[in-house]
């Protein structure tokens, strides 16, 4: 059972095929897994009669000779911001504790269709407002390296499972860097691909969107397995109209450009320093050109937040009236914030993103990718106020967004393809992430330039059993 957990997805699809592996021992391990490491809190529901049926389902039609798609038997997880038919998706809120939806999201739906099973439902903050993974509803989910610190959020459960070994692949979403905050906090790869590469309905304004469902695994090969099974288009999505692209394909002599970003605007860590300034030396070493680039991105939070709050508002505020037991409080301070901001301060927010999205145009039509740390320092200890200031390197820093991921809620806003991966760890033990930035529909090219650095960073740690 632990050496299957132990396997990257792709090679446990080869051993399913293969018939090494049953798909019901594939589901068993995780399964076992998850009870053996309950403390960590990182499942809402976990789907164990119906994962075992689709096993069974899934060991027959190997069996029998049947078709199998590219993640036939494999367990997979998905945050539960993400509708997942006739399994509850509660938001993470006792307000929707009870929901059950009547179909999958596109995302969930195209996993399935390639043979994945859904083994269980991970955490998140209520409706993903924070960067913490905790909440009255379910409590708090811990850091496998250290429980004494965040494993991020909040998309933090899914980052929790699959660096403990709970199925290879999970699914989670990102509105402000829920993808790329927890994969860098726990030591694992997580995708924001570009807006409308994978299809997201769920969002109520669909053409203001800078939500986005994507893969997190332990491996930047595990990661591009799953973004092939979900990327492509839909009518019903805005962004998602285009099919697809020509393909861009990273060659073998080639020396990509990337523009490094080592501060925008915010304070570092020096281990964060020097694990990014390490990578990039990997990537010269590589024959890729590293060239400074600079960029104030910690300026754009406060239009980062009228849309965010502005939101939550217009979602949630009669909620809020109604039965504020039932809610965070920092979720309902939020919320309250939304009323101070007029049409204005909306319109200018969106003026502020359009701006962003020229500058990193800018950029990128002189370079391949841009390279910055995924956060301004390692995972934070447990216990902060997500509303206050934090303290970085001994210094207040500021408020946590600006202050510690500045790096990567603005490419929610320009839809940008970005990407987290491990680079190193702390002295204290703490995984350290190293972001990469693509053009529009370059993500396949992004992965494969993040899948040469992985070879040269060697980085192989996992947290502690």
């Not at 930035?437 to 992965?447: F, I, K, S, T």
């Amino acid at each position: 059972m632990t050496a299957i957990t132990d396997l990257s997805a792709i090679k446990l699809a080869a051993a399913i095929r293969a018939r090494e592996v049953s798909p019901v021992d594939a589901v068993e391990a995780a399964l076992a897994r998850i009870e053996e490491r309950r403390e960590l809190n990182a499942f809402m529901a976990v789907c164990t009669k119906r994962a075992r049926s689709e096993a069974k389902a899934a060991e027959a039609a190997i069996m029998n000779g049947a078709p199998l798609g590219a993640l036939h038997g494999i367990p997979f997880s998905v945050k539960d911001l993400t509708n997942t038919e006739g399994v509850a998706t509660t938001q993470g809120s006792a307000l929707f504790a009870d929901t059950l939806p009547s179909s999958d999201a596109v995302a969930v739906a195209r996993a399935r269709a390639a043979g994945a099973i859904l083994i269980g439902k991970t955490t998140t903050p209520e409706f993903g407002h924070k960067p913490f993974t905790e909440g009255p509803f379910f409590g708090r989910t811990l850091n496998p390296w250290s429980h004494a610190h965040s494993c991020g959020g909040s998309s933090g459960g899914a980052a929790v499972a699959v660096a403990a070994g709970m199925g290879p692949l999970a699914l989670g979403s990102d509105g402000g860097g829920s993808i790329r905050i927890p994969a860098a906090c726990c030591g694992v790869v997580g995708l924001k691909a570009t807006l409308g590469a994978i299809p997201n309905l769920q969002a109520p304004d669909l053409f203001g969107a800078n939500s986005y469902v994507g893969p997190m695994a332990r491996d930047v090969a595990d990661t591009r397995l799953m973004f092939e099974v979900l990327v492509g288009p839909d009518r019903r999505d805005p962004y998602g109209q285009v099919g697809a692209l020509p393909h861009r394909v990273l060659g073998e002599a080639e020396r990509p450009r990337i523009g490094f970003l080592l501060r925008c605007g915010n304070v570092l860590d020096p281990e964060v320093e020097n694990s990014v300034l390490a990578a990039m030396k990997q990537a010269e070493a590589l024959g890729m050109i590293v060239e400074p680039i600079e960029l104030d991105l910690v300026s754009l939070e406060p239009h980062f937040l009228v849309l965010l709050r502005s939101l939550l508002l217009a979602r949630l505020g009669g909620h809020a009236a109604r039965s504020p037991e039932k809610l965070d409080p920092t979720l309902i301070a939020t919320i309250e914030a939304g009323r101070a901001y007029s049409a204005a301060d909306l319109c200018e927010a969106q003026f502020a993103r359009t701006n962003c999205f020229s500058q990193i145009q800018d950029i990128l039509s002189r370079f391949d990718l841009i390279a910055s740390p995924t956060l301004s320092a390692p995972a934070l200890p447990v216990g902060l106020d997500p509303l206050g200031r934090i303290a970085i390197a001994g210094r207040d820093a500021g408020t946590i967004r600006g202050a510690w991921y500045p790096y990567t809620f603005p490419f929610n806003l320009t839809g940008h393809p970005a990407l987290s991966m491990p680079c190193g760890l702390s002295e204290g033990g703490l995984p350290i992430g190293l972001q990469l930035v693509g053009r529009w529909h370059e993500d396949g090219y992004l992965l494969a330039i993040a899948a040469r650095l992985e070879a040269a960073l060697g980085f192989t740690t996992r947290p502690p059993a």
